[in-house]
């Protein structure tokens, strides 16, 4: 070996040791490779370019503008839009409705759904669309996410073996007509029978292995502190018991009148937190929203105060509240008087509360005690919180006050919010569309990611706060390993090495041993380099051989989706890192064995399929 080879096994193998033994972050192991890599070059190791080209140390993080970073980078904001609006809740009840909350088939199904989705789109966006769905499943049901989400990581890969879609089975079919002599490509099904049944077989043994086999972990602690619903709020303020539904009679004299005029709030004490105008639900309506005939009001107060509404020409019930209202779509949220606020001291009605944030205070908890009447009237002290209602658009107002701090909700409880899951489910079927046909997915995906925040469905701030940035910098750091790889030649000598054991062995070996190479690259390389290394070795050992050179490729191709060994090995196994609490051996615990079934279903296929 040269020293550059040397050097660069070195340089990855202590990281990677120390993440194994959980030493180092994986993302502070990434970034240290990249970085003594860039170093390397600069003193003239040749690791990312020619030996005499110091320059090219700026390769080392060329991964950070790199297709794959700017489709994850997208695909954070595409599926927090649809978490949002509750598409994906709207999934994982399904889901679990389906598997009637049992972790082996709840595992099952998550697998066969990536695998699924991989059929048609990109397997990083297949993992990412179900990941929300799927920590909603575990909250609901109580299951760890380190049992579903490798799941949901291998499925994809699994369904990205019986599709040509998948980036590395498409340069694989291309590398057949650059062969000599040029060799008919693969067809679009061409994948399908022995991928399909490599995907089959996988996700069985994810289905009934899984359990014993994927780590208990108790998610990180950001995660593990339970938020409170809106329905949990309900009921610490005892909201239900003071809500009541006041429908404006004909004749009313509040009829056409704007609702600051009622003066509800300072004649009784009640405040109005919503109104429903036809079909129309206005929550926290303001001052000026003109009160019509037919309308249906959402009133908080005491019943002695609430009945003398009666005498105003509204009629009162609580027929329709006797259920969480955050149910049926109204927007709570919970903020805590801040130390030392100027605020302390003064009523909500002396700070113009609700003219000022465009939220209604409906409740403040105070020494133990809810106060749901005349809370506009109370000095607010250090200790109190208040409950609100609103709308969600002006949150950021409210987030921006010192004095108040703002607690948001789990959003479990909301529901489907029909015209933004209609739009954010339109972007994504559109962004995949377009890839379908052509277009690159990462542009595919950043245009649908920019559509949602043009239209408001997520602020730029909430999109930063969406990312997840130890996935951004592990994918970009790993990336100067695949360059180095390639330009010191490691990779074609570790190919050639087993080209010369497999091919007197006969065709069938060949294709064994073209999986078997890919697999272990494409656990430092990524996929798609891989292909690109491996591919024209062994398309052109099975022209020497008089092997099928097709059978060849797409054992060559589904080694590519055999990113089972390590966390690193492809970015849909790096998005599950942090939201599970991964280390490093628990991609090993199972995937040795998955990669081991599926190489067994490989050769099985390759003699159903292809005769070797």
Not at 229 to 243: H, I, N, P, V
Not at 306 to 317: F, S
Not at 364 to 373: V, W
Not at 577 to 585: D, Q, T, V
Request: hydrophobic share 50%; net charge positive; charged share 15%.
């Amino acid at each position: 070996m040269i020293p550059a080879q040397l050097f660069l096994i070195f340089v990855v193998a202590i990281p990677l040791l120390l993440v194994s033994l959980n030493r180092l972050r994986a993302d502070l192991a990434a970034l240290s490779i990249a970085m003594i890599l860039g170093l390397g070059q600069f003193l003239g190791l040749g690791l990312l370019g020619p030996g005499h080209t110091p320059q090219a140390a700026f390769k080392a993080f060329s991964g950070l503008s790199e297709p794959v970073v700017l489709t994850l980078l997208s695909l954070f904001i595409i599926t927090e839009a649809l978490h949002r609006s509750g598409a994906t809740r709207w999934i994982a009840y399904r889901l679990i409705h389906l598997a009637a909350s049992s972790e082996r088939r709840l595992i099952a199904l998550y697998a066969t759904g990536a695998a699924f989705l991989s059929l048609f789109m990109n397997n990083l966006a297949a993992g990412a669309l179900l990941l929300p769905s799927a920590m909603e499943a575990c909250r609901r049901t109580g299951i760890k996410p380190s049992k579903l989400l490798i799941p949901v990581a291998y499925g994809s890969l699994l369904g990205g073996c019986a599709t040509y879609f998948t980036t590395a089975n498409i340069i694989v079919s291309n590398l057949l007509a650059a062969a000599h002599p040029p060799q008919a490509m693969l067809r679009i099904l061409d994948f399908t029978p022995t991928g399909g049944l490599v995907a089959l077989a996988g996700i069985v043994f994810l289905g009934l292995f899984g359990p014993r086999l994927l780590p208990e972990r108790l998610p990180p602690p950001e995660l593990m502190a339970a938020r409170a619903t809106a329905s949990d709020l309900e009921e610490y303020y005892q909201l239900g018991e003071r809500l009541w539904e006041a429908v404006v009679l004909p004749g009313s004299p509040l009829a056409n009148k704007p609702l600051a005029e009622s003066r509800l709030g300072e004649r009784l004490g009640v405040a109005v937190a919503g109104l429903w105008h036809g079909r129309q639900a206005i929550f926290s309506p303001p001052p000026q929203q003109v009160i019509q005939a037919g309308d249906i009001l959402l009133v908080v107060g005491r019943q002695e105060r609430v009945e003398q509404l009666a005498q105003m020409g509204l009629r009162i019930g609580r027929e329709n509240t006797g259920n969480h209202i955050s149910t049926r779509g109204v927007f709570l949220i919970e903020a805590l008087v801040a130390p030392h606020s100027p605020a302390l001291g003064h009523t909500l009605r002396e700070l113009e509360f609700r003219t000022r944030y465009g939220f209604t205070v409906v409740a403040l908890y105070r020494s133990g005690r809810s106060y749901r009447t005349d809370v506009g009237d109370l000095k607010l002290m250090l200790g109190d919180s208040l409950l609100m209602v609103g709308s969600r658009d002006k949150l950021k107002r409210l987030r921006s006050s010192p004095d108040f701090i703002v607690l948001e909700p789990d959003p479990s409880d909301q529901p489907v919010q029909r015209l933004p899951a209609g739009l954010s489910v339109s972007v994504i079927a559109a962004a995949i569309a377009l890839s379908l046909w052509g277009l690159p997915v990462h542009l595919a995906m950043m245009a649908g990611a920019l559509l949602l925040l043009i239209s408001g469905m997520l602020s730029i701030e909430e999109a930063y706060r969406a990312i997840n940035w130890q996935a951004i910098f592990l994918i970009a750091g790993m990336y100067a390993v695949s360059l180095s790889m390639v330009q010191t030649g490691l990779a074609q000598r570790i190919g050639q090495a087993i080209v010369a054991v497999t091919t007197p062995l006969g065709p069938l070996a060949l294709a064994a041993g073209a999986y078997l190479l890919t697999a272990m690259l494409t656990q430092v390389m990524g996929g798609q380099v891989t292909a690109l290394v491996t591919g024209p070795i062994m398309i052109s050992a099975a022209i020497h051989l008089g092997a099928n050179p097709q059978a060849i490729a797409v054992a060559t191709a589904i080694g590519c989706s055999a990113s089972f060994f390590t966390p690193l090995a492809h970015p849909v196994n790096v998005l599950m890192i942090a939201p599970a609490n991964y280390e490093f051996g628990d991609f090993l615990r199972i995937g040795w064995r998955l990669t081991i079934v599926c190489f067994l279903m490989l050769l099985v296929g390759l003699a159903l399929f292809w005769r070797l």
